[in-house]
């Protein structure tokens, strides 16, 4: 039965192909112009109508595609030049400060060596950080760690090829210093904060705020002379026989990047 139905099928299939071309013979001879008497055209028609859409379809899509390729190798170029210009940025930046770093070389005796902070101690971020140098370079423990803007601390370890400074904020430093206007000597000690303080300034020496505070020399270990920081903040309270004086570092030392060793 189903191989009968397919044959039906099949002959009726060529029985209408035969009629539309029939149709299609009689109006090309007689000139005779019936409804309906153009099927192969209309089929033809849609066809090409149809086909029409599908080319302008890829058309539009190539061009979209294109457009995309080329959006994203703009992103991408866009991506290297700020890569370069970030680079030439830090590189300028660090150009900078070793400058400086060379102009405090040739006018201090005690230089040493300069050196890259690579690490803080994540136990002590801010008051304590290690150097790309050690004992292979020349470093020893307590030598005295600087920036051109000010002191930075001291060594505390020495490994052979990096070493750790303890910063003049860490609350074990203490370091001799001079009120630089009035010469009065007192202890500038860290207060584990970005600011230090300054003891044993009598009450009745006269303090004023952002008076520079510079090493006096007389503990040993940091030399004289060297710029720590200004006078922040000053109280004079209840009966104590000394001032209540911070000082805030000449150096910010969250910012440190390299730093010069001197020796004692």
């Known amino acids: 039965m189903r191989q009968r139905n397919r044959f039906f099928i099949f002959i009726s299939v060529i029985a209408l192909t035969f009629a539309l071309l029939t149709y299609q013979g009689i109006e090309r001879e007689e000139g005779i112009s019936l409804p309906f008497t153009h099927p192969v055209y209309l089929l033809s028609g849609i066809y090409s109508h149809i086909t029409g859409k599908v080319e302008d379809f890829f058309e539009r899509y190539v061009f979209i595609i294109g457009k995309v390729d080329e959006n994203r ?17 830090e590189a300028e930046a ?13 006018k201090n005796p005690h230089f040493v060596t300069a050196a890259e902070v690579i690490a803080r101690d994540p136990g002590n971020w801010f008051h304590l950080l290690w150097i790309d140098k050690g004992l292979n ?30 910063l003049i904020t860490d609350v074990n430093s203490a370091v001799a210093v001079r009120i630089q206007q009035s010469r009065v000597d007192g202890i500038l000690e860290g207060r584990g904060d970005r600011m230090t303080f300054l003891k044993y300034i009598p009450r009745d020496v006269e303090v004023e705020q952002g ?54």
């Open 73 to 89: 190798r703009l992103i991408e170029r866009i991506r290297v030049i700020e890569q370069e210009r970030n680079r030439y940025i």
């Open 94 to 106: 660090e150009n900078r400060r070793l400058r400086r770093l060379l102009a405090l070389k040739t």
């Open 137 to 166: 370079d020349g470093i020893k423990k307590d030598m005295i760690a600087v920036s051109p803007d000010g002191l930075v601390g001291r060594v505390r370890d020495v490994l052979d090829e990096r070493a750790s400074i303890m």
């Open 211 to 264: 008076q520079r505070v510079i090493t006096s020399g007389l503990d040993g270990i940091y030399p004289e002379g060297i710029l720590v920081g200004y006078i922040n903040s000053i109280r004079k309270e209840g009966e104590s026989f000394f001032q209540e004086i911070t000082v805030r570092p000449a150096q910010d030392l969250n910012r440190v990047e390299e730093i010069a060793i001197l020796r004692r």
